[in-house]
């Protein structure tokens, strides 16, 4: 089983910044997928950023240009760093990873971090 620890949200004002982490634990070979999802309240949830394995990256066209995900493999680790904050980015952002398991594919989410734009 994959653990995910997602940590860095805060109250900030528009156009200022903040970073997320989330933290791996547990069996982590062999994911292959790690991402950024977000839902605000009486809204679906949406992926906000992914990176692969592979080093490959997306963004929803909301935040591109003002969000950047990256990874440190030694930590574990994958960041999402937010700048230029808008206040419908707030919401509670979750961390996402994939894993290959006995041939199948499963899902890991995080407890979730709350962000909240406001002046």
């Known amino acids: 089983q994959v653990q995910l620890v997602e940590s860095g949200g805060d109250l900030v004002q528009p156009g200022g910044s903040l970073r997320l982490s989330c933290t791996a634990s547990?069996?982590?070979?062999?994911?292959?997928?790690m991402g950024w999802y977000r839902q605000a309240p009486g809204k679906q949830r949406e992926l906000v950023a992914a990176?692969?394995?592979?080093?490959?990256?997306n963004y929803a066209d909301s935040v591109k240009g003002r969000f950047t995900i990256s990874r440190d493999n030694a930590k574990n680790t994958v960041y999402l760093q937010m700048n230029s904050l808008k206040p419908e980015d707030t919401a509670v952002y979750y961390c996402n990873a994939r894993r290959v398991e006995n041939g199948g594919l499963h899902n890991y989410w995080g407890q979730g971090t709350q962000v909240t734009v406001s002046s």
């Open positions: 990176i692969t394995s592979g080093g490959s990256t």
């Open positions: 547990g069996s982590i070979f062999s994911i292959y997928f």
